[in-house]
């Protein structure tokens, strides 16, 4: 099974940061790899697939970037609305991993 | 607008069963296969099943296999997960989520659409 690990597990920042994390695939899984946003007590919401391509309606300061195995999520100017916890997902194959998540915390 | 509701919380007792439902809305449910992924207590998500709501296939974590069935009632578009044997491990909050696209032979699994999510908790 492809594993995924995300780095760090906590992050704090400040409003207005340049916020980046991590996602790393045990193995190759091309640029089939998507994010998430999750709050307490709610269902995460899609932020990025396919590496790199932004849902509608997500905001432009959100970007991802890499493939095969190393894969960025870059919030450019940190808002009080995206601290939260950030979940990268393989979908290369079965099993559909995710990683362990990044909560970005208030400095 | 795609909506999926599930269906309420269970309290149950190690080794009993439990059913969730999730009602599908605003589109085919045989267009687009079917994931469940839970979240245990500050924890984070794992997947758990899928169905392809067409064929009615099966793929499950390898760690539930034998313990989790996905069922779907295409009638009336509704998806449902039974999880048997369960264990105070199993306690968690349960999701549906639908994949963002879908052609006529697979999906790309990745989940723009969500339940609003079932809490089981499992106590002696």
């Known amino acids: 099974d492809i594993q995924v690990t995300q780095s760090p597990s906590t992050l704090s920042a400040s409003v207005g940061d340049r916020v980046t994390m991590t996602c790393r695939a045990s193995?190759?899984?091309?640029?089939?790899l998507a994010w998430y946003q999750q709050k307490p007590g709610k269902a995460p919401k899609l932020l990025i697939y396919?590496?790199?391509s932004l849902e509608s309606g997500v905001p432009s300061r959100f970007s991802g970037s890499g493939s095969g195995t190393e894969f960025t999520l870059t919030i450019s100017s940190l808002q009080p609305d995206d601290f939260a916890t950030y979940y990268c997902?393989?979908?290369?194959?079965?099993?559909?991993?995710f990683g362990q998540g990044t909560k970005v915390e208030i400095k | 607008q795609v909506l999926l509701v599930q269906s309420g919380a269970e309290v149950k007792k190690p080794g009993a069963s439990v059913t969730i439902s999730c009602q599908a809305s605003?589109?085919?449910?045989?267009?687009?296969?079917m994931h469940w992924v839970r979240q245990a207590p500050g924890q984070g998500l794992e997947w758990v099943a899928m169905?392809?709501?067409?064929?009615?296939?099966?793929a499950y974590a390898r760690k539930l296999q034998g313990r989790v069935t996905v069922t779907r009632d295409t009638s009336a578009n509704i998806v449902f997960m039974e999880l048997t044997g369960l264990r105070p491990e199993d306690t968690a909050v349960y999701y549906c989520?639908?994949?963002?696209?879908?052609?006529?032979?697979?999906?790309?699994?990745?989940?723009?659409?969500w339940g609003q999510g079932t809490q089981v908790s499992v106590s002696s």
């Open positions: 997902q393989q979908y290369n194959g079965y099993p559909w991993m």
């Open positions: 169905i392809n709501t067409g064929a009615g296939s099966t």
């Open positions: 605003g589109y085919t449910l045989t267009s687009f296969y």
């Open positions: 989520a639908r994949p963002a696209r879908c052609s006529t032979t697979s999906c790309s699994n990745y989940f723009d659409s």
């Open positions: 193995q190759s899984v091309s640029i089939w």
């Open positions: 396919k590496a790199s």
